[in-house]
């Protein structure tokens, strides 16, 4: 399923995608939660590949209106979370990924984008 996507969904899939993230999936969480509006859930194959992952969004919105207001997980790049205000990321080991399977526990939320490699 795929919409079109604002300007920051499509800098974060593509900022991922450059790096080769798998399994990319992006929640519509408007009408859930306060927190924020979107998760965008992706998987990286070693630690290296995590941290570069991550290290792309935060280049790539960095200077934007999209600039990361905190960020977790980095150094042991298991699961990394950038909060970028509208949007969460979540970077994860695909182990750590199936482990905590936050695609499940938000299960019944829309699911705005989803690319798998």
Known sequence: MRESLSELQQLVVDAATEKKA???ILLDLRNRTD???YFLICSGNSKVQVQAI???ILEKTS???Y????QEGYQQGNWVILDLG???VHIFLQEVRTHFDLE????DVPVI???SE
């Open 22 to 24: 798998s399994n990319i």
């Open 35 to 37: 927190l924020t509006d």
């Open 54 to 56: 991550a290290d792309n």
């Open 63 to 65: 200077g934007t209106p």
């Open 67 to 70: 600039d990361a207001v905190a």
């Open 86 to 88: 509208d949007m969460i």
């Open 104 to 107: 499940r526990l938000w299960g």
């Open 113 to 115: 984008a989803a690319m």
